[in-house]
């Protein structure tokens, strides 16, 4: 079955490291999407992609980075963390098709603490 | 801009109670509506989708109808158990070309007791 997964599920790094969290997605879908999820905010879109070697800024792109070499991984990079970055991470992927077809899968999640 | 406002939680009910949680959105265009779900430790599932006016989307007991008029889409369910108790999340996105995101509300928790 298609799915499509995160890793690591929880991280624990130092402020000023840099850190990467992996996303892979077997459902061939050309979007893809980081969020980070913090209480009061629900949802906040970080970076997003439709395609191999398109990258798009979200709400709150600052001191995140995002590459798409192939259609199936988006890695959301954290320069140089900071506390303010301590959030849970979600993954999400869904078909180029528009409107009602922009249902989003998303990932099981990654729970970033910086410390 | 594009907008969704969910009501604020948490809700907690008693099994078999009836569920209203409440959305509306602000849109430039005809947008397509949803709402996922989110259990505890996982993440976001759809629960159903509608994508014109007066379209009713429904899904494991729970049901919510697209309305133009009030741009409201509001989620309802007869009979909750506590299986139900996750967050609630209300989207819209726009139709057309381009359009691939998702603009979500703030989310609502559900908390269901036995």
């Known amino acids: 079955d298609a799915e499509i997964t995160q890793s690591p599920r929880h991280k624990i790094t130092e402020t000023g490291r840099q850190v990467t969290l992996a996303c892979h997605q077997t459902?061939?879908?050309?979007?893809m999407f980081w969020y980070r999820q913090d209480l009061g905010h629900g949802l906040r879109l970080i970076h997003y992609s439709y395609g191999v070697h398109d990258t798009n800024k979200g709400e709150v792109s600052d001191g995140y980075s995002v590459s798409r070499s192939n259609t199936e991984d988006l890695p959301l990079t954290l320069e140089s963390a900071a506390s303010s970055q301590t959030s849970v991470y979600f993954c999400a992927s869904s078909e180029s098709k528009g409107g009602a077809y922009n249902e989003q899968f998303f990932g099981p999640g990654t729970r970033l603490t910086v410390l | 801009g594009n907008s969704v406002t969910q009501m604020e939680g948490p809700v907690t009910l008693s099994e078999e109670a009836f569920l209203t949680i409440n959305c509306t959105y602000t849109a430039t265009g005809y947008p397509s509506l949803f709402w996922y779900v989110q259990y505890p430790g996982e993440g976001l599932q759809l629960l159903l989708k509608?994508?014109?006016?007066?379209d009713k989307g429904s899904n494991k007991g729970f049901e919510a109808t697209y309305r133009k008029e009030t741009t409201s889409f509001h989620l309802e369910k007869g009979s909750v158990q506590v299986s139900d108790s996750a967050v609630y999340f209300c989207?819209?996105?726009?139709?057309?070309?381009?359009?691939?995101?998702?603009?979500f509300g703030k989310g609502t928790k559900l908390s269901v007791i036995p």
């Open positions: 509608a994508t014109k006016a007066d």
């Open positions: 459902w061939n879908h050309n979007n």
């Open positions: 989207a819209l996105s726009l139709t057309g070309a381009g359009s691939y995101q998702l603009t």
